[in-house]
Structure formats: structure tokens, C-alpha cells
């Protein structure tokens, strides 16, 4: 890419995101209550989305070579047992990813 491509290519990434985290303060008022919806989407995205994360890490996974899919079952234990803990999405991604990539890279 030369060099105007990557000034467009990441000014177009800076409003991509403050145009998303902006957004909503614009489309909703703090004076009137926040539509139903968009309150069910903030309780169920959250969740959907690491349903989806899990199945995207498993999808390739094959249990019947290799080491059959043991270091992914490690971490996704790993995954639950910081998120039990700690309840925090961020955290227990994070440990989940540190503990499989130290499993492949260091044991399997």
C-alpha cells in the first residue's frame, strides 16, 4: 500500500470507530428510557458472541489425529474456570488464549 492508501485506510478505521461508539448517544437521549430491544440486545449479544467465538476456535479441531483435540479442551476448561472465578468475558479470553498457546507451543 503506498503511503495516501494508509492514511485513508486508518482514517477510515478512526471514524469507523468513534462513529460506533458515538452513535448511540446520538440516536438515544438520556431523558427518555432506552427502547426494549436494544436492552434485550445488550443482555443477549454479550453471550451470543462468545458462543460464536467458541465454535469459530473449534471448527478445524480434530479429535481423531494429532493430539485429538486436547489442548483446546484444556483451555476451554481454563476459559470457564476463570470465568467462574473472576466473571470477567475479557479475562477469561484472555487466560484461555495465554493458557492454549503456551499448551501448543510448550507441551503438545
Given amino acids: 500500500m503506498s503511503l495516501p492508501q494508509q492514511v485513508i485506510t486508518i482514517a477510515l478505521c478512526v471514524f469507523g470507530t468513534m462513529a460506533t461508539r458515538f452513535l448511540p448517544f446520538l440516536l438515544f437521549s438520556s431523558k427518555k428510557p432506552t427502547p426494549k430491544y436494544i436492552q434485550y440486545l445488550g443482555n443477549a449479544l454479550p453471550s451470543a458472541i462468545f458462543?460464536?467465538?467458541?465454535?469459530?476456535?473449534?471448527?478445524?479441531?480434530?479429535?481423531?489425529?494429532?493430539?485429538?483435540?486436547?489442548?483446546?479442551?484444556i483451555a476451554i476448561l481454563a476459559v470457564v474456570g476463570i470465568h467462574l472465578w473472576k466473571r470477567q468475558m475479557?479475562?477469561?479470553?484472555?487466560?484461555?488464549?495465554?493458557?492454549?498457546?503456551a499448551l501448543v507451543q510448550f507441551v503438545f
Fill in 51 to 73: 458462543g460464536m467465538l467458541v465454535v469459530y476456535c473449534l471448527k478445524n479441531v480434530e479429535v481423531l489425529s494429532g493430539s485429538r483435540g486436547l489442548p483446546e479442551c
Fill in 90 to 101: 475479557l479475562l477469561s479470553i484472555a487466560g484461555g488464549t495465554v493458557c492454549y498457546m
